[in-house]
């Protein structure tokens, strides 16, 4: 046996801070969970490579022909690449975020967890940090090589960054909360990936890839303006994408685009009410403690 | 007498109509190392999740320092559930890392551990890239690095060379001479020579819990027979009717009243001239006779341990950790 050393503790227990204690769990996770995310190769190809390859085919392959302004180019494929960076940002939140709970499930890892003396939010707050990185990843991957295929992005108001950050964390946050449902339900990668992927292509085709083409949404159209991936995807577009014509569907069928107040006032109130729901789910489930501390 | 460290009492776990843990009662004293033996599959692991806190029990209660271990929050106690503990994907370091910031008792000890036990330079490669055994030292590492006053170990050595044992059970008695409490689950006879009291689980139940000196004090003589046929022969004379084959003898109990001499004219009288001899049992016939040939016996043949802090089928009160 080596020579003992005086051995320090990492926190003071007895130092009467548990927000100390709190932060220091909630960044053990947000690093754990994205060296995970960024090092498993399939999370990357679902969620940069799949959406920057689906840009490139839609803007040199579905567009050809289609009779575009060389003017208005630019400003369609901006608009394009956001509702792909969108996309992508709803699988990384989603597929990525929710395999990454349900191998955990599935490796009885909280047998191990629930016997530490751990706060579920540090631990629901830390990958919800992950999750969210990857997700502003995967939209700014996409617009990244739209940029360097000629789209023109231009930011709408001074506050144009805030209210996009805002509104992708809100995004992020609800989409990231319906995976903590579906891996706990399901409990099995597999099937959580089968699930997740299907609910965010599905959402994407359904909504007219997320609201970037209203006149491919087969119900109300006002209703684009409301759901947790076009609200968002459209409020996103248009604080990036100079020229509304052709790009994220802005007035396209007399749709309005939505205020930026409304806007992030409806996706806090979706964040807020997701953030129960999995703050409740994760307690209860995941950690067996009552719903509340 | 103060509280036990831990104690539990009556822990039954179900999962749907089935049974894992039946019953359970198991106290661990105030520094005190108890050994779990059994084989896998019969609950071990279970009953140290509801001792941990990490599962309910259907029925029964289980509490620390005399407090409900729902109620102590992970504060007092520290799990090693193999298996499950390091991260795949990160490396042995960032592994020390994150479980470093989870618990606020964490200590940097895990430093000395891993150089005690030659992973000091494997510490940057991912833990998927490791070995069972260097997965177990990493867990074990970072598990014995919380200053708390109870551990519980689910199969610390499983998986472990020989020869790395000894490196393992010096880090839990340092941590024992430092006043903690180790429960301690194993399938591996090796580890008996850490207990002060073994506790026996051959099912879903404690059967037995008592000294090592009082169990091996209680095992009836054992008895080494050699040749296959003399060794089929041998079954219908030794306890259980079962003989544990080693190589190309295989040992067995013998019952009450039944000596060496009676096996070996009885093999003689069926044509088998191999040698029989008693030998001194080993804690490989100790773990033999406790958890496969004890239960199967009638009560009065089962010669139970009757020696200090020997205390089968109840709580005991623990009678500290004097090994």
Redesign the interface.
């Known amino acids: 046996m080596v020579a003992r050393s005086e051995h320090t503790t990492r926190t003071d227990p007895r130092d009467g801070r548990p927000f100390a204690a709190w932060r220091d769990q909630a960044r053990a996770f947000a690093e754990r969970y994205a060296r995970e995310l960024f090092r498993n190769k399939a999370v990357l190809f679902w969620s940069l490579a799949f959406p920057v390859g689906f840009y490139l085919l839609t803007i040199t392959v579905f567009y050809k022909g289609a009779d575009i302004p060389a003017d208005v180019w630019p400003a369609v494929k901006a608009g394009t690449a956001v509702t792909y960076g969108m996309f992508g940002a709803v699988i990384a939140s989603l597929n990525s975020f929710g395999q990454q709970l349900a191998m955990d499930l599935e490796a009885d890892r909280y047998l191990q967890y629930r016997a530490l003396p751990l706060s579920p939010s540090a631990d629901l707050a830390g990958r919800m940090v992950a999750g969210l990185a990857l997700s502003v990843v995967a939209l700014l991957a996409v617009v990244g090589v739209a940029m360097g295929t000629g789209a023109s992005f231009t930011l709408a108001e001074p506050v144009s960054v805030p209210v996009v950050l805002l509104a992708m964390t809100a995004f992020a946050v609800f989409w990231m909360v319906v995976a903590v449902l579906v891996a706990t339900v399901v409990r099995d990668p597999r099937y959580a990936s089968i699930i997740t992927v299907s609910v965010a292509i599905g959402s994407y085709f359904m909504t007219g890839f997320n609201g970037g083409d209203p006149s491919m949404f087969n119900g109300p159209a006002w209703l684009l303006n409301w759901l947790p991936n076009s609200l968002p995807t459209r409020l996103v577009a248009d604080h990036l994408v100079a020229s509304p014509a052709g790009s994220a569907g802005a007035t396209a069928d007399g749709l309005a685009i939505p205020g930026t107040v409304f806007g992030l006032s409806v996706m806090a109130v979706y964040a807020a009410v997701a953030l129960a729901v999995g703050l409740a789910v994760t307690r209860r489930v995941v950690y067996k403690r009552g719903v509340l501390p | 007498m103060s509280d036990p460290a831990l104690a539990a009492r009556g822990v039954r776990k179900e999962y749907g109509a089935d049974g894992v843990v039946e019953g359970a009662d198991l106290a661990v004293a105030d520094n005190e190392i108890l050994l779990l033996m059994g084989p896998n599959g019969v609950g071990k692991t279970v009953l140290l ?1 509801c001792l ?5 029990p259907t029925e029964g209660t289980v509490e620390v320092f005399g407090d409900p271990v729902a109620e102590d ?3 007092s ?3 090693l ?1 193999q ?3 390091a ?1 795949e ?2 490396t042995g370091r ?1 592994n020390a ?13 895990w430093r ?1 551990y891993v ?2 036990l030659d992973l000091a330079g494997d510490l940057d490669k991912r833990v998927e890239h490791y070995s069972e055994g260097m997965t177990r030292k990493l867990e074990l590492a970072l598990t014995m690095s919380v ?1 708390v006053p109870v551990y ?1 170990l689910d199969e610390p050595t499983a998986g472990v060379d020989l020869s790395m044992i000894q490196r393992f059970h ?1 880090i839990i008695l ?1 941590r024992y001479e430092a006043g903690a409490s180790v429960l301690v689950s194993s399938h591996r006879p090796m580890d008996a020579d850490l207990a002060d009291r073994i506790a026996v689980m051959p099912d879903g139940t404690v059967t037995a819990v008592g000294t090592p000196e009082a169990l091996m004090d209680a095992v009836p003589t054992v008895v080494r027979v050699t040749g296959t046929d003399a060794i089929r022969t041998a079954e219908d004379h030794v306890l259980g009717g079962r003989l544990f084959p080693l190589g190309g003898e295989a040992r067995g109990f013998l019952p009450p009243g039944t000596a060496v001499e009676d096996l070996r004219d009885a093999l003689a009288a069926a044509g088998h001239g191999a040698p029989v001899e008693a030998i001194e049992p080993t804690s490989a016939d100790m773990f033999n006779y406790y958890v496969h040939v004890r239960e199967g016996l009638e009560p009065a043949t089962r010669g139970d341990p009757d020696a200090d802090g020997a205390a089968p089928r109840s709580v005991p009160a623990p009678t500290g950790g004097d090994a």
Request: glycine share 8%.
């Open positions: 999740s941990a806190g990490s599962e309910r929050g992970g504060e106690l520290n799990f559930l298996d499950t503990m991260v994907t990160l960032e890392d994150f479980y470093s910031r989870l618990h606020p008792s964490f200590t940097d000890r000395d150089e005690d200053d519980l010096d340092e």
